[in-house]
């Protein structure tokens, strides 16, 4: 009961943060007007590698090591996520006459990245299976990110010393609040740690693991009135104008490989940990090879 009532807080949260525009909202316009639906169009390929990035930021984050809370246990944690972006791509700036991000269109600069603080529940079930529920703030944004996990321990406590908790880890994460698309993440992890009790009362554990995110991101309607992209392989406009959508890319078109660093403390009921998530982006979808995210979690754990 106390698991639900906490995800309906979640949701009504979500109701307040979404009602306002913020700096770090987007629009697609400046990424120029597809010529095909093909992943080589120009317009296309900027679209995609934008998808792919914010992909990253707003995927849940692995925030707990392999070792399960237990059939009674229950977790509350805040986390502070920073996910840097390739600001200085033309898929992040747009043109010159419509960029990307809603600060540069006031004459502000493109951010290097988003702040994303993130409320988490976790509820420990039976069988050494944990269910989490988490939403984050896209700060500056009228975003939010929603994700569901499940983590399932497939040897913990039960072997020998020195042998580390695996657990396998699967979520889904559905972004919120962006005008122009809608975004999906599926993700299956291995994670393992190793937890070390230090004079009877701290228990460390630090946390290792690596997975593969898979994204579905479709366009919403596009309005370019009165600007209609010219030369489908820059990003100038003339006048015109249309309406037009960007292609749905499916889960095989978009993929990332994700490394998991961490480490947590707990003492009594109170805990803390940070988190350094590494992902891998092949080298066809044009986007930035190598994105890093960092993330600082506190919390009560019952």
Not at 130 to 156: I, N
Not at 228 to 239: G, I, M, R, S, W
Not at 261 to 284: Q, T
Request: charged share 15%.
């Amino acid at each position: 009961m106390v698991f639900v009532r906490l995800a309906a807080l979640l949701v009504a949260f979500l109701g307040a943060s979404v009602a306002h525009a913020g700096p770090r909202d987007f629009s697609l316009i400046g990424l120029g007007r597809p010529q095909s639906n093909e992943l080589s169009d120009p317009s296309v390929a900027r679209y995609r590698a934008l998808a792919t990035e914010l992909a990253f930021v707003v995927g849940p984050r692995v925030l707990a090591g392999a070792d399960s809370l237990g059939a009674a246990g229950f977790e509350l944690a805040f986390a502070l996520n920073y996910t840097g972006i390739s600001g200085s791509a033309d898929y992040w700036q747009g043109s010159p006459s419509a960029p990307v991000f809603e600060s540069a269109v006031s004459g502000g600069t493109t951010p290097g990245g988003f702040w994303s603080p993130t409320l988490q529940v976790r509820k420990g079930l039976p069988f050494s299976t944990d269910l989490a529920l988490s939403m984050a703030y896209l700060g500056s944004s009228s975003m939010v990110a929603l994700g569901l996990d499940a983590k399932v321990g497939l040897f913990e406590a039960y072997l020998p010393r020195y042998v580390p908790d695996v657990a396998l880890r699967a979520a889904v994460g559905h972004l919120v609040g962006a005008s122009e698309l809608t975004q999906t993440t599926l993700e299956f992890d291995v994670l393992a740690s190793y937890t070390i009790i230090w004079k009877a009362a701290v228990r460390l554990t630090p946390s290792l693991g690596i997975g593969r995110m898979l994204v579905r991101t479709s366009s919403g309607v596009l309005d370019a009135t009165p600007a209609e992209v010219v030369d489908p392989a820059d990003q100038t406009f003339a006048p015109g104008g249309s309406l037009y959508r960007f292609p749905t890319l499916g889960f095989g078109d978009n993929h990332i490989t994700r490394l998991f660093l961490g480490c947590h403390a707990v003492y009594g009921f109170g805990f803390a940990g940070y988190f350094l998530d590494l992902g891998f982006v092949p080298s066809g979808i044009g986007a930035a090879s190598t994105h890093v995210s960092h993330t600082l979690k506190v919390g009560l754990n019952i």
